[in-house]
């Protein structure tokens, strides 16, 4: 059963999660990370996460390979508790959504903003709340992002908006350039993109960033995104510019 994009997103966040807690070294994860992105398949997908304990609030993302006579995968037991009534249906991924009273419809947001999953769920939560994700700008970092739209009915006036633990009201309001091109979100390779980042350190030669963001709006060439990095304590930065696909418009290495 050939993987899609959002498989190979959510695999990606089971890695990010597996890292988090230890199971996995920076380059285990790394590794992993990008041969998920380059899966054609859901059983390439299930190798990749095969020996991690995956916690139950994430199980919800696992890979579910086709299972049957003839169709030569195995489908681990740990994988079958996870798959429910949806295992018909095949490659079934999906984020975990949190319970508990008053709070059904909370996203169990993933810590890090900048993480495929995470990006992911930002993107979800502006189309939900503002019907796209079309922005002026956007500035993301692991923890939070800051976002720049112009305003419902109002087009010649922008409304800045946090992204922290969800979508914050605008809590600012200017003119608006008419000139402005907008971006639409949506339209970004996530699994790209990510990639670029977590190869980024080894790119730019900053190997222990200390702070590291990223920015989206229109550049010469059409949509792209700036991947900043630096560590304060070896006195080094620098940046990569790609578009919205993950080609590569320039580098800037870390200079001392």
């Known amino acids: 059963m050939r993987a ?26 790394r590794d992993r990370t990008k041969a998920a992105m380059a899966a054609r398949t859901l059983a390439e997908l299930d190798a990749l996460v095969s020996d991690l304990q995956i916690p139950d609030k994430l ?17 681990r037991p740990r994988l079958a508790i996870a798959i429910g009534a949806v295992a ?3 490659a079934v991924v999906f984020f975990a959504i949190g319970g508990g009273d008053g709070d059904a419809d909370a996203p169990d947001r993933p810590e890090n903003v900048l993480s495929a999953p995470g990006l992911a ?19 993301i970092y692991p923890e939070y992002a800051r976002i720049q739209r112009a305003q419902p009915g109002a087009p010649g006036m922008s409304q800045d908006i946090d992204y922290r633990d969800g979508l914050q009201e605008p809590d600012s309001r200017t003119g608006r350039d008419p000139k402005t091109i907008p971006v639409d979100l949506a339209r970004l390779d996530i699994p790209a993109v990510v990639g670029l980042l977590l190869g980024a350190p080894q790119t730019l030669g900053v190997a222990t960033p200390d ?35 993950g080609e590569v418009f320039s580098i800037y290495p870390a200079t001392d």
């Open 59 to 75: 199980k919800g993302s696992l890979p579910l390979p086709p299972t049957g006579p003839g169709l030569g995968l195995h489908l």
């Open 121 to 139: 769920q930002m993107i979800d939560e502006l189309r939900a709340g503002y019907g796209d994700a079309v922005v002026d700008e956007a500035t």
């Open 211 to 245: 702070s590291i963001h990223m920015s989206v709006e229109n550049g010469d060439q059409g949509p792209e995104v700036s991947m900043y990095l630096s560590d304060g304590r070896m006195g080094t930065s620098g940046h990569i510019t790609a578009g919205f696909d």
């Open 88 to 90: 018909a249906l095949g």
């Open 4 to 29: 899609r994009d959002t498989d190979r997103v959510d695999v990606c966040g089971l890695l990010d999660s597996a890292h988090d807690d230890g199971q996995l070294s920076d380059f285990e994860h």
